[in-house]
C-alpha cells in the first residue's frame, strides 16, 4: 500500500490547526502501514505494554501513560527492538568493548543476560592483547578467549581497532576465537614425526625439516640417556677428566631421518655413544657396532635410517677405508691419500738374513723400513731385499727381536 499524501500547509489551509491534526493522523498511518506500529501521538493513551514508533525507534510502555513522549520518558517506556540499520550493522552482536590489555568488556544492546552454546559475537578491540585474555559481555562473569585449538591466546592475536569474531563454547565454558582483523591467528602444533595432512605450523616445520631445535649438555659423566622426543636437538659433551657414555634411545621409538647433532668438548674425558640395550650392534659407522668412541672435537650426527642407527662425522674416520686400522702389537694404519704406516717385531736376527713379512701387503711398493736395536749394545740392524709384502732382516751380533717400522703406498 502506498503511502497517502498529506494535506498541503501553505496557501488557503495554512495555520489551520485541523489540517495539522489531520496530516499528523496521516503520517501514524503511514508510518503504522510500513513498520505495523503507530507513530506516537501526544492526544492518545496508552495502556501498559502498547508498542508505538517515535524519533526512529520502537518503544514499549511499561505503565499506562498519555502525553508521555517515549524518545524523552525513559520512566514509562523501554526501548523494543532494533531500526532496520541497526539490523544492517549487526547492533544486536557487535559492541566496542572497553579495558585494558587481555581483559575486555562489551555491552550489547538490547542486553544479553545469558550465553548460548554457538552463539557469535563480535567486538572492536581497544587495546592489543599481550596473552591469555578474557571477555566479558554485559552483566555476564568475565569468560576465557581461547584459540580454535582451545589454546590460552598469543600475545598479537587481538589487536587493537580490529574487530574481533568469538563463539560461546558451553563445554569449555569459554569463547573460542574465530578471527581479528589484523591478529595473528595461531593453531595447534602437531605431535611430533605427525605425517598426517593437515596445515603445519612454523613450530612444527622447523622441528621437522632440518634445523636443529633445542639443546643439551652433560659435564658430569656417567651415562646420558637420550629419549624419543630429544629427537632434533643438539648435544654437547663436555667435562674434565669424566667417563661417560650417550645412550641413544630404542630404535623403534623415532621414524626414520629423526637425529642428534653430537659434539664432543671434553678435556682428557673418555666418551663413548652406544645404542639401547635391546638394539646391540646396530649403529653404522662403516660396519655396525654396538657403541663408538667419541673424543674432543670429534663430531657426529646420528639418524635413524631402514631400521639402524646410521652415523655421520668425525667419529667414523677410524672405520672408514681412508682411515683404516689394526692397533695391534703388528699393525697398520691407513691415511687418506693413500699412504700406510706398518710396525711390528721380528723373529729372532743373526748375521744370516731372515724373511720378514708385513702385518698386511702394500698395494703398491714399500718405501721404507727402519729397524730398532732392541739389544741395548752397540750392534747393527738394517733391512734389505724389501718388496711390498716382506724385507729381509739382518743383525751384527745375533740371539734377539727387534722392532720395525715401514712406510709405504
Same mark, same amino acid.
Given at each position: 500500500?502506498?503511502?497517502?499524501?498529506?494535506?498541503? %500547509? %501553505?496557501?488557503?489551509?495554512?495555520?489551520?490547526?485541523?489540517?495539522?491534526?489531520?496530516?499528523?493522523?496521516?503520517?501514524?498511518?503511514? /508510518?503504522?502501514? #510500513?513498520?505495523?506500529?503507530?507513530?506516537?501521538?501526544?492526544?492518545?493513551?496508552?495502556?501498559?505494554?502498547?508498542?508505538?514508533? &517515535?524519533?526512529?525507534?520502537?518503544?514499549? @510502555?511499561?505503565?499506562?501513560?498519555?502525553?508521555? #513522549?517515549? @524518545?524523552?520518558?525513559?520512566?514509562?517506556?523501554?526501548?523494543?527492538?532494533?531500526?532496520? @540499520?541497526?539490523?544492517?550493522?549487526?547492533?544486536?552482536?557487535?559492541? $566496542?568493548?572497553? =579495558?585494558?590489555?587481555?581483559?575486555?568488556?562489551?555491552?550489547?544492546?538490547?542486553?544479553?543476560?545469558?550465553?548460548?552454546? =554457538?552463539? $557469535?559475537? #563480535?567486538?572492536?578491540?581497544?587495546?592489543?592483547?599481550?596473552?591469555?585474555?578474557?571477555?566479558?559481555?554485559?552483566?555476564?562473569?568475565?569468560?576465557?578467549?581461547?584459540?580454535?585449538?582451545?589454546?590460552?591466546?598469543?600475545?598479537? $592475536?587481538?589487536?587493537?581497532?580490529?574487530?574481533? +569474531?568469538?563463539?560461546? @563454547?558451553?563445554?569449555?565454558?569459554?569463547?573460542?576465537?574465530?578471527?581479528? $582483523?589484523?591478529?595473528?591467528?595461531?593453531?595447534?602444533?602437531?605431535?611430533?614425526?605427525?605425517?598426517?595432512?593437515?596445515?603445519?605450523?612454523?613450530?612444527?616445520?622447523?622441528?621437522?625439516?632440518?634445523?636443529?631445535?633445542?639443546f643439551a649438555a652433560n659435564t658430569a659423566g656417567g651415562t646420558f640417556t637420550l629419549a624419543a622426543a630429544d629427537a632434533g636437538k643438539t648435544i654437547v659433551l663436555?667435562?674434565?677428566?669424566?667417563?661417560?657414555?650417550?645412550?641413544?634411545?630404542?630404535?623403534?621409538?623415532?621414524?626414520?631421518?629423526?637425529?642428534?647433532?653430537?659434539?664432543? /668438548?671434553?678435556?682428557?674425558? *673418555?666418551?663413548?655413544?652406544?645404542?639401547?640395550?635391546?638394539?646391540?650392534?646396530?649403529?653404522?659407522? =662403516?660396519?655396525?657396532?654396538?657403541?663408538?668412541?667419541?673424543? +674432543? =672435537?670429534?663430531?657426529?650426527?646420528?639418524?635413524?635410517?631402514?631400521?639402524?642407527? #646410521?652415523?655421520?662425522?668425525?667419529?667414523?674416520?677410524?672405520?672408514?677405508?681412508?682411515?683404516?686400522?689394526?692397533?695391534?702389537?703388528?699393525?697398520?694404519?691407513?691415511?687418506?691419500?693413500?699412504?700406510?704406516?706398518?710396525?711390528?717385531?721380528?723373529?729372532?736376527?743373526? %748375521?744370516?738374513?731372515?724373511?720378514?713379512?708385513?702385518?698386511?701387503?702394500?698395494?703398491?711398493?714399500?718405501?721404507?723400513?727402519?729397524?730398532?736395536?732392541?739389544?741395548?749394545? *752397540?750392534?747393527?740392524?738394517?733391512?734389505?731385499?724389501?718388496?711390498?709384502?716382506?724385507? &729381509?732382516?739382518?743383525?751384527?751380533?745375533?740371539?734377539?727381536?727387534?722392532?720395525?717400522?715401514?712406510?709405504?703406498?
Open positions: 500500500m502506498a503511502d497517502i499524501s498529506l494535506l498541503p %500547509t %501553505t496557501g488557503q489551509l495554512s495555520g489551520l490547526t485541523a489540517v495539522q491534526k489531520i496530516n499528523e493522523a496521516l503520517t501514524s498511518l503511514n /508510518e503504522a502501514n #510500513r513498520l505495523g506500529v503507530p507513530a506516537w501521538s501526544s492526544t492518545t493513551s496508552y495502556g501498559a505494554g502498547a508498542l508505538t514508533w &517515535d524519533a526512529g525507534q520502537t518503544y514499549k @510502555s511499561t505503565v499506562a501513560n498519555s502525553g508521555q #513522549r517515549p @524518545s524523552t520518558t525513559p520512566a514509562s517506556w523501554v526501548s523494543w527492538g532494533l531500526t532496520l @540499520s541497526d539490523l544492517q550493522n549487526g547492533y544486536e552482536t557487535m559492541a $566496542e568493548a572497553t =579495558g585494558t590489555a587481555g581483559v575486555y568488556a562489551a555491552t550489547y544492546w538490547p542486553a544479553i543476560t545469558g550465553l548460548a552454546n =554457538g552463539q $557469535e559475537l #563480535r567486538f572492536k578491540v581497544p587495546i592489543d592483547n599481550t596473552g591469555g585474555s578474557t571477555l566479558s559481555v554485559n552483566a555476564i562473569p568475565a569468560a576465557p578467549i581461547l584459540s580454535l585449538s582451545g589454546a590460552t591466546l598469543q600475545r598479537g $592475536e587481538l589487536v587493537a581497532n580490529g574487530v574481533a +569474531r568469538v563463539r560461546w @563454547s558451553a563445554t569449555r565454558n569459554a569463547f573460542i576465537l574465530l578471527n581479528c $582483523e589484523g591478529g595473528t591467528q595461531t593453531a595447534p602444533t602437531a605431535p611430533q614425526f605427525d605425517a598426517g595432512v593437515s596445515s603445519a605450523t612454523t613450530a612444527f616445520v622447523q622441528r621437522a625439516l632440518g634445523n636443529w631445535r633445542g663436555s667435562g674434565s677428566s669424566v667417563t661417560g657414555t650417550l645412550a641413544l634411545p630404542k630404535i623403534g621409538t623415532v621414524p626414520d631421518g629423526a637425529g642428534w647433532l653430537i659434539k664432543c /668438548e671434553a678435556t682428557t674425558s *673418555n666418551w663413548s655413544i652406544a645404542t639401547h640395550a635391546d638394539d646391540g650392534a646396530n649403529m653404522v659407522v =662403516g660396519l655396525a657396532v654396538a657403541s663408538v668412541p667419541i673424543r +674432543r =672435537g670429534d663430531y657426529a650426527i646420528i639418524t635413524r635410517g631402514g631400521g639402524s642407527w #646410521r652415523v655421520h662425522g668425525s667419529v667414523c674416520l677410524p672405520y672408514g677405508d681412508q682411515f683404516t686400522a689394526s692397533l695391534a702389537a703388528s699393525g697398520y694404519q691407513m691415511l687418506p691419500g693413500g699412504l700406510i704406516l706398518q710396525w711390528g717385531t721380528t723373529p729372532v736376527l743373526s %748375521t744370516t738374513l731372515t724373511s720378514v713379512a708385513f702385518p698386511i701387503a702394500f698395494p703398491s711398493a714399500c718405501r721404507s723400513v727402519a729397524l730398532t736395536n732392541s739389544t741395548g749394545t *752397540n750392534i747393527n740392524v738394517g733391512a734389505t731385499n724389501i718388496t711390498a709384502a716382506r724385507f &729381509d732382516g739382518y743383525a751384527s751380533s745375533g740371539g734377539n727381536v727387534h722392532r720395525y717400522i715401514a712406510i709405504g703406498i
